[in-house]
């Protein structure tokens, strides 16, 4: 029986302010599998508009790790800790990194990170265009519909503006309509 658990898990690490890509290079180069979710912005300076990329979640990055790996990884220059609750470091789904990497691709310049921990609201799955079988709870304010994937280890919503009609409500036991989207994702 081996005391290491090879299971490869999801965890998101804090890093130091502005270090997410050193850290994310780093773990690279030492064949450790990371995410670092990036956004692209464009910012103006007085003489030219220059398309950058940011981190999306500002100090964080995602790291997939099992426990021979897990100890390494903060022994990384920049890195600070894993995300806990109750002293151990919070998993995260990789179904909830795949979304998020689907969002990142269909809405990059229009998302909006927020720290406020939003009510539940109607939870739908999206039907048509790049976030195709993405599931997230909708939230109303400012006039607008904006459909939130919500990040509960994370205490993180990311939102982006996306028409009512391109969503469904989402049912737990999977309507028809959704199985047949759910398979079509597994088949493609």
């Known amino acids: 029986m081996s005391l290491i658990n090879s299971n490869y898990q999801w965890f998101a690490l804090y890093t130091k302010s502005r270090f997410e890509k050193k850290v994310h290079a780093s773990l690279q180069s030492k064949g450790i599998e990371s995410y670092l979710p990036l956004r692209t912005e464009k910012r103006r300076w007085s003489d030219r508009i220059k398309t950058i990329e940011e981190p999306l979640l500002k100090g964080y990055i995602f790291v997939k790790v099992s426990n ?5 990884v ?20 990789e179904k909830q990194l ?23 609201g109607r939870k739908v799955i999206v039907v048509n265009g790049p976030m195709k079988g993405v599931v997230g709870d909708i939230v109303e304010f400012r006039g607008k519909s904006r459909i939130a994937l919500r990040f509960k280890n994370l205490g993180y919503c990311i939102l982006t503006d996306i028409a009512t009609k391109d969503v469904e409500v989402y049912k737990p036991n999977l309507i028809s309509t959704h199985k047949k989207l759910v398979q079509s994702l597994l088949s493609a």
Do not use: M
């Open 68 to 72: 021979r790996e897990y100890f390494n």
């Open 98 to 120: 795949n979304d998020l990497q689907v969002f990142l691709c269909g809405y990059n310049q229009q998302i909006d990170v927020t720290y406020d921990n939003l009510e539940e």
């Open 74 to 93: 903060l022994n990384t220059p920049g890195a600070v800790a894993y995300v806990s609750f109750g002293g151990k470091a919070a998993s995260i789904p």
